[in-house]
C-alpha cells in the first residue's frame, strides 16, 4: 500500500490523535494540541522500542542547570547573563506555567478479613475523608505535610495549627449566619456582573418558551440521601455555605459530634476516647473548679523510685523534693509551673523533659529570653544529650534534633506559620518565665501561650514569684488543662546581707551584718553602720569614689570571699572600676598561663587585625589579673570569654551590669552593689524586690558554699532602713500582663479564617478577670428564672412602665454617686459625727431613721455605729448573701413608720448604707446605748427592758419619722456642704429634675405596679451578656483603631481581608508598617546594597548618640524619605485615635549608625569603625547583627512583592555585613 502523505495541519483542523491504554485493547482520544517542534506523543502506553539509555553528561549538565527556570531566570537584567541567554538558546515555554498538580485520591482500598482466622476474603473502596485539607485551608493537624523546604519555620501562607483551648465551631455556630452571608434567591438574586468588572452577561429570557413544571431542589436532593449523609468533613475543608445545607439532615446533635470525633480519631484510639469522655464528665461536674494545683514539697516523696523504677534521665546525685514532684507530673504528662529560687537546680526539670522526649521519640523546644542563654544552654545540653538543635535570629545549627533551643520570637514566627516541628512537639520549656513582665517583649510570650496546641504540655520554670498561682490559673484556663504549680520554700545556700562603710584600708573591717541566713533584719547592725558613718564624715570629709570599690575589692580577696560579682548600674562606672584596680593581681601563675592559653585559643577565630581592637587589649591585661567587666558594651566573644572563665573561676572579681544576673547561670561566693539605685529609661528609683533578689541570688555556689554573702556599699551615706527593709524582704515583683496589640498578630490572625484577634484578646492574661465560665452559669441560670416569671403587662396605664423603670434606675445611680461624693469629702465626714440623723437604706432596712453613735477611725473602710429604728421583729441583721441580692426598691422618699410597737437595733453601717444625711442631730450617750444593747443581746438579760438612753432615742427617731413622713429635710451637697465640683452640682441639678419627672408617670398608679423582678432579672442578664460579648475587652477600642489605620493603608480589605500588603507586613517582626511602606514606595530601589543596609539600621539602633554623622546625598534623601513615611504614618494613627503621638512614632527611629554600617557594608576594618562613634562596640556589633535579621526580612518581602532586584541587592547588602568579628561564631556552639 502506498504511504498517504497527509497536508499539514491547518487552521480548522482539529487536533486529534488515539492513544492506545494498555493491552486490553481500549482507546482514548486525545484533543490538545501537540507541542511544537516536538516529536509526535507515543500512540500506546505500553513502552515499546528499546529500553531508554542514559543522558550523557553534557546534556544533563545543560538540561539541569542552564536551561531550568529555577536555577536561571529568565527575568534577570544583567547584560552578561542576556548574552548567555543567546548562547545557550534557551527558549521561553509559556505552558509550563499551566501545569496543574494532581487532584487527591477520593478512595482507598481497605482489606476485609475472616475474623476467626485472619483469612483475607476481599477487598472493598472506602471513602477517603479529609482529603482536601492542607496547611493551606486548615488548622487540623489531620492535614498533610508541607513541602519539606517549609517544615522547619512553616510559611506565612499556611494556617497554624488550632491552638488548644479554642474550640472548633458548634453546629449552632455555623447554622448562624455572619453578617456577609445572606440567602440566595436562585431564581432572582443572581448577579450578572462580576465583581470589580464593567460589563457582564445578559441572561434574560430573548423569547418566551414553554417551560416545564418547576422542579423542587430538595425533591431532587433527596434521592441523595445517602451523600448527604455521609459522616461530614472536617470543617474547614467545607465552606460554610455547603454545610448549612448538609447539616440540618441529621436528626440529632449527638449524631454529628459522634460522627465528627469518631472521624477525626484513628480506630485504634477507643480506650483513649473513653477516657477523653470520663474527663469530660468530670469537667462538668466540677464547673468552678480550679486549673492550677499548687504541689506540697513540704512532706519527703518517699514513693518516688518506686512510681518510676526506670527514669528516662539518671542524675548523680539524689533529687530534691520538687524536683521529684516536678518530674513525677512529667510522667504523667502534666504541664508544671516551676517557680524557684536562683541556683535551686530548675534545670533538672528542662533536662528530664528532653530526656523524656527522647525517650518517646518526640521533640522538646526549649526557649529562653536571651540570645546568650539560648548559646549557654545549647552547650550544656549538647554535652548531656548530644541531638540538639539551635536556632536564633542569626544561626541555624541542627535544626532536625531532638530538642531545639531557640528564643521566644522564632517560637510565635512558627506557630503563625504552621511549622511542621509542632507535630513532633511534646515539650515546650519556658525559661525565665518571670520576663514576660518585660514591656518591649513580654506580649510574645502570652501570643505563644495562647498559640499552643492541645497536643504540647507546657514547662514554665522561673524565679520566685508571688501570683504563680493566679498565672497558672490563667494557663490552665484558656488550655483546659491542669498546671501543677511547684514552687520552693528557701533558698539552698542562704544569704547573708552586709553593709559596708569603709573607705579606706584603716577601715576595711567596717562591715555590718543586716540580714542573717534565717532571714532576721538585723536593726543592731543598721544603726552601728550609721554610726560608723557619722564619724567618719565628722573627723575629716573624704572623698568617696571608685577608690572605696577597690578597697573593698581587695578586702574581700584577702578574706578569701572571691569569685565576687560587683553589680554597677551603668556601664561607664563599670569600666572606671575595673580600670581603678591597676595594682590588684588575683591570680596565680598557673592560672595565668591557663587564662593565657584560653584567650589565645578563643581568639584565633578573629582576623589580625581584630585581635589588636583596645577593647580586647584591655581586658586580656585585667583578665590577667582575674578581673572581668560583663556589659552590653562589650564584644560578643569577649563577653564569652570572660563568662566562661568566671565559670571555671579563673575570674576573682566581674564587674558587671543588671543583665548578667537575668538567667546566666553564673554563681559567685559573694554579690557586692555599688549602689542600690537604678535609671530604668525613665528616672532613678530604688531596686525593686524582684531585682535585687535576681541580683542578690547569685551568691552562693550550691554544693561549695555554706552561705553566700551580699554586701551593699554605702557611699554617700547609709541608705534609708525603710528601703533596705523593703528591697530585701519584699515581695518579688508581680507577674503582670504586658498584652498589646501589634499589627503582625493583626494581620496573622486575620488571614486565617478561623481565629479571631478577639479570641486572643480574651485568652490573654490581662483579660484574666474575666471568668466566663461562671458567668455563663449565671446567665443561664437567669434565662430560667426570667422564663417563670409572668410576661411584662405594658397595656393601659402600665404602658410607660418600662422608661419609668430606667428613670428611677438613672436616679439611683445619680443618688448613689453623689453620695459616695459627700461621704468622702471632709465636710461630710463633719457632718457624719456622734449624734446626727441619717436615713439608712439596705437589705435589711428602707429609708428608716437613725442616729449615729460611733465613728470608726480606719480611713479605708469606715464604719458607723447606729442605733435604728425598725419593727419588732426585725432586729437581727441579713445575711450577707442576701444583703447582695437586694433589688431596686421603688423610689420613694416617704420615711418608714413601724406598723406594730417600735423596735430598734444597733448595727455597724457601710458608707453606703446611708442614704442621706438629715439637717437634724439628737443629743446621745453613745456608751450607754451600745453597754446596754450589748447586754441585752446576752441569753439572759434577753428580756430586759431597754435602758433610759435607749428609750429616749428610739421615741425621738420615732417622733421625727411621724412628723416628717413625707420625707425629711437632708443636708445638699453644694449649698450646706459647700462642695463645688463640677461632677457634684450637676449631679444634684440631675437629681432634681429626675425627682420632679417621677411624678409625671402613671403607672404608679396601676393596681398591678409592683412587678419590677422581671426588670432587674433582665438587667442582670444585659449585664452579663455585655461582659461574656467582645465588647467588653479592654483593648476592642484599639483593635477597632488598628484595623482603621490598616485600612487607610489598604493592608486589608473592609472585609477584614488580608491585602498583598498585609502578607508582606507578615513576614516583618518588627517596625512592620514603616518597612513595608518603604517597600511600596521604592525607597530602597535608587540605594547601593550598602546604602539601604546604613538606612535601615534606623530599626535595630534605639540609643542617643552624641556624634552628627558624616553620609552621602543619597543616603540622606533616604533619611528624609523615612522620616517623611513615619510622619505620615504618624499622623495617620493619631486620626484614627491611637494615643501615641506622631512625634513619638518619628523619634524612635534613630539614625545615629548609619555612617558606621556605611562602612561596615564598604569593608573598613572595626578597629576604625569604632572610632567614627561613640557608642560601644558590643552594641555596634549587636545592632549589626540585628540588622542582617532585618535584611533577610526585606528578603523575603521582596520575593512575596516579586522584586527580585530588591531581594538580591538585599542579599548582596547581607553579605557585605556578614564578616570579621561581627559574625564570628559564638564560642558556646562550636
Known amino acids: 500500500m502506498d504511504k498517504i502523505d497527509l497536508p499539514p495541519v491547518g487552521p480548522d483542523d482539529l487536533p486529534l490523535s488515539l492513544l492506545e491504554m494498555g493491552c486490553s485493547g481500549r482507546f482514548e482520544l486525545i484533543t490538545h494540541t501537540l507541542p511544537k517542534n516536538k516529536p509526535l506523543p507515543p500512540h500506546s502506553t505500553l513502552p515499546h522500542g528499546l529500553p531508554p539509555t542514559c543522558l550523557d553528561l553534557k546534556t544533563e ?312 542563654l539560648s548559646n549557654q544552654k545549647f552547650r550544656d545540653f549538647k554535652n548531656t544529650f548530644g541531638d540538639v538543635g539551635l536556632l536564633t535570629g542569626d544561626v541555624q545549627l541542627n535544626p532536625e534534633g531532638s530538642c531545639l533551643i531557640m528564643t521566644t520570637e522564632i517560637l510565635r514566627s512558627m506557630l503563625y506559620n504552621g511549622s511542621e516541628v509542632i507535630r513532633d512537639l511534646e515539650w515546650v520549656i519556658f525559661d525565665e518565665v518571670h520576663y514576660i513582665n518585660d514591656a518591649e517583649r513580654g506580649v510574645v510570650w502570652e501570643e505563644v501561650l495562647i498559640m499552643l496546641p492541645e497536643h504540647v504540655s507546657i514547662i514554665l520554670l522561673s524565679a520566685t514569684v508571688p501570683n504563680a498561682v493566679e498565672f497558672s490559673e490563667w494557663i490552665g484556663r484558656i488550655k483546659k488543662r491542669h498546671i501543677y504549680v511547684i514552687s520552693t520554700i528557701k533558698r539552698p545556700v542562704p544569704l547573708e546581707h552586709y553593709l559596708y562603710t569603709g573607705n579606706s584600708t584603716k577601715t576595711q573591717k567596717e562591715l555590718f551584718m543586716l540580714l542573717d541566713a534565717t532571714g532576721n533584719f538585723l536593726t543592731k547592725g543598721y544603726y552601728a553602720a550609721v554610726e560608723a558613718k557619722k564619724e567618719r564624715t565628722s573627723k575629716h570629709a573624704q572623698s568617696f569614689g571608685t577608690k572605696n570599690v577597690s578597697q573593698h575589692n581587695t578586702t574581700a580577696s584577702q578574706r578569701q570571699q572571691t569569685p565576687v560579682v560587683a553589680f554597677t548600674f551603668s556601664r561607664t562606672r563599670c569600666d572606671e572600676n575595673a580600670r581603678s584596680l591597676t595594682s590588684l593581681d588575683l591570680t596565680t601563675s598557673i592560672e595565668k598561663s591557663e587564662i593565657h592559653s584560653f584567650l589565645q585559643k578563643s581568639l584565633t577565630r578573629l582576623r589580625g587585625g581584630d585581635r589588636q581592637l583596645p577593647q580586647i587589649l584591655l581586658m586580656r591585661d585585667l583578665l590577667k589579673r582575674g578581673i572581668g567587666v560583663h556589659h552590653s558594651g562589650i564584644l560578643p566573644i569577649l563577653k564569652e570569654v570572660i563568662e566562661m572563665l568566671f565559670s571555671r573561676g579563673l575570674v576573682k572579681v566581674l564587674f558587671a551590669t543588671e543583665t548578667f544576673a537575668m538567667g546566666v547561670n553564673m ?278 427592758p431597754p435602758g433610759q438612753a435607749i428609750s429616749t432615742a428610739t421615741q425621738e427617731l420615732l417622733r421625727l419619722a411621724e412628723a416628717n413622713m413625707g420625707g425629711m429635710t437632708v443636708l445638699d451637697p453644694v449649698n450646706d456642704l459647700h462642695l463645688k465640683g463640677v461632677d457634684v452640682v450637676e449631679g444634684v441639678m440631675r437629681q432634681r429634675v429626675l425627682q420632679d419627672s417621677l411624678k409625671d408617670f402613671h403607672c404608679i398608679h396601676s393596681p398591678t405596679f409592683s412587678e419590677q423582678e422581671r426588670m432587674s432579672v433582665q438587667e442582670e442578664l444585659d449585664k452579663l451578656l455585655f461582659l461574656v460579648s467582645d465588647q467588653s475587652l479592654t483593648l476592642l477600642p484599639e483593635y477597632h483603631q488598628r484595623i482603621k489605620v490598616l485600612e487607610a493603608l489598604q493592608y486589608v480589605d473592609s472585609s477584614g481581608a488580608v491585602q498583598l500588603k498585609g502578607r508582606v507586613a507578615c513576614q516583618i517582626s518588627s517596625h512592620e508598617l514603616l518597612l513595608t511602606e518603604l517597600l511600596f514606595e521604592n525607597t530602597l530601589s535608587p540605594l547601593a546594597p550598602e546604602e539601604s543596609a546604613a538606612l535601615l539600621s534606623c530599626l535595630v539602633f534605639t540609643q542617643n548618640t552624641q556624634i552628627e554623622p558624616h553620609i552621602t546625598n543619597t543616603l540622606q534623601e533616604g533619611i528624609n524619605q523615612v522620616l517623611a513615611v513615619a510622619q505620615r504614618i504618624g499622623d495617620l494613627q493619631r486620626d484614627c485615635g491611637i494615643a501615641q503621638t506622631a512625634e513619638d512614632f518619628v523619634a524612635q527611629f534613630k539614625f545615629g549608625l548609619t555612617e558606621v554600617v556605611y562602612c561596615w557594608a564598604r569593608g573598613m576594618p572595626f578597629a576604625e569603625i569604632a572610632q567614627l562613634t561613640d557608642v560601644q562596640e558590643g552594641t555596634i556589633v549587636r545592632c549589626i547583627q540585628r540588622l542582617d535579621e532585618v535584611l533577610k526580612e526585606v528578603r523575603q518581602a521582596a520575593r512575596i512583592v516579586g522584586d527580585s532586584v530588591l531581594g538580591s541587592k538585599m542579599e548582596r547588602a547581607s553579605l557585605a555585613i556578614r564578616r570579621d568579628i561581627v559574625f564570628t561564631a559564638s564560642l558556646y556552639t562550636h
Open 61 to 372: 549538565v545543560e538540561k539541569r542547570f542552564l536551561r531550568d527556570p529555577a536555577w536561571l531566570p529568565v527575568h534577570d537584567v544583567d547584560d552578561a547573563f542576556n548574552k548567555f541567554l543567546k548562547i545557550s538558546k534557551r527558549e521561553k515555554e509559556v505552558d509550563s506555567l499551566l501545569h496543574c498538580s494532581l487532584s487527591q485520591l477520593h478512595s482507598g482500598l481497605s482489606v476485609v478479613r475472616d475474623p476467626t482466622t485472619g483469612m483475607l476474603l476481599d477487598f472493598t473502596e472506602v471513602l477517603l475523608e479529609d482529603t482536601g485539607l492542607s496547611a493551606k485551608n486548615s488548622l487540623s493537624l489531620q492535614r498533610q505535610p508541607g513541602p519539606p523546604s517549609e517544615s522547619l519555620r512553616g510559611s506565612n501562607t499556611n494556617y497554624p495549627f488550632l491552638p488548644a483551648g479554642m474550640e472548633e465551631l458548634t453546629l449552632e455556630q455555623i447554622k448562624n449566619k455572619s453578617e456577609l452571608e445572606e440567602d440566595i434567591d436562585f431564581e432572582k438574586d443572581l448577579m450578572t456582573v462580576p465583581p470589580g468588572l464593567k460589563a457582564g452577561m445578559d441572561f434574560s429570557d430573548k423569547e418566551a418558551r414553554n417551560t416545564k413544571s418547576e422542579v423542587n431542589l430538595l425533591s431532587l436532593l433527596s434521592t441523595f440521601d445517602d451523600v448527604l449523609d455521609a459522616p461530614p468533613e472536617d470543617k474547614e475543608g467545607v465552606s460554610q455555605k455547603e454545610e448549612i445545607v448538609k447539616l440540618p439532615r441529621t436528626n440529632s446533635l449527638e449524631d454529628l459530634g459522634i460522627k465528627d470525633s469518631g472521624s477525626s480519631q484513628p480506630q485504634g484510639n477507643t480506650g483513649s476516647l473513653t477516657e477523653q469522655k470520663k474527663k469530660n464528665l468530670e469537667e462538668e461536674k466540677g464547673d468552678n473548679k480550679k486549673w492550677a494545683i499548687p504541689v506540697d514539697i513540704s512532706s519527703p516523696c518517699a514513693d518516688f523510685y518506686k512510681r518510676i523504677p526506670d527514669p528516662a534521665f539518671k542524675y548523680p546525685f539524689e533529687l530534691d523534693v520538687f524536683q521529684k514532684q516536678a518530674i513525677l507530673r512529667l510522667e504523667a504528662h502534666d504541664s508544671v509551673f516551676v517557680a524557684a529560687h536562683t541556683s535551686a537546680g530548675k534545670t533538672v526539670v528542662a533536662e528530664y523533659a528532653i530526656a523524656l522526649s527522647q525517650k518517646h521519640m518526640t521533640r522538646t523546644i526549649y526557649t529562653s529570653p536571651i540570645k546568650a
Open 667 to 944: 554563681p559567685a561566693r559573694t554579690v557586692v552593689f555599688d549602689s542600690i539605685r537604678k535609671h530604668d529609661g525613665t528616672g532613678f528609683r530604688n531596686l525593686l524586690p524582684g531585682e535585687y533578689i535576681q541580683m542578690a541570688g547569685r551568691a552562693g555556689r550550691r554544693g561549695l558554699d555554706a552561705t553566700g554573702t551580699v554586701i551593699i556599699l554605702c557611699k554617700a551615706g547609709v541608705h534609708d532602713m525603710g528601703e533596705l527593709h523593703s528591697m530585701m524582704l519584699g515581695k518579688p515583683t508581680v507577674l503582670h500582663s504586658q498584652f498589646r496589640l501589634t499589627y503582625t498578630m493583626i494581620l496573622n490572625l486575620l488571614r486565617v479564617e478561623a481565629l479571631r484577634v478577639t479570641d486572643m484578646m480574651k485568652r490573654s492574661f490581662s483579660e484574666n478577670h474575666r471568668d466566663t465560665q461562671a458567668h455563663e452559669k449565671r446567665i443561664s441560670e437567669l434565662r430560667n428564672t426570667l422564663s417563670s416569671l409572668p410576661p411584662l403587662d405594658t397595656e393601659g396605664q402600665l404602658s410607660d412602665l418600662l422608661s419609668y423603670y430606667h428613670t428611677i434606675t438613672e436616679l439611683h445611680i445619680t443618688t448613689q454617686s453623689l453620695q459616695q461624693a459627700v461621704l468622702e469629702s471632709v465636710n461630710g465626714l463633719k457632718a457624719l459625727s456622734v449624734g446626727r440623723v441619717v436615713i439608712v437604706n439596705n437589705s435589711q432596712h428602707h429609708n428608716s431613721l437613725g442616729v449615729i453613735l460611733q465613728v470608726s477611725s480606719d480611713a479605708v473602710n469606715r464604719t458607723f455605729t447606729a442605733l435604728i429604728i425598725c419593727e419588732k421583729g426585725n432586729e437581727e441583721a441579713a445575711s450577707d448573701e442576701q444583703s447582695n441580692k437586694v433589688a431596686l426598691p421603688i423610689y420613694s422618699k416617704t420615711l418608714f413608720i413601724p406598723e406594730g410597737p417600735c423596735s430598734h437595733t444597733v448595727q455597724k453601717l457601710k458608707l453606703q448604707d446611708i442614704s442621706a444625711i438629715t439637717t437634724k442631730a439628737l443629743k446621745v450617750i453613745p456608751e450607754r446605748i451600745i453597754d446596754n444593747y450589748n447586754k441585752r443581746l446576752q441569753p439572759r438579760f434577753r428580756l430586759d
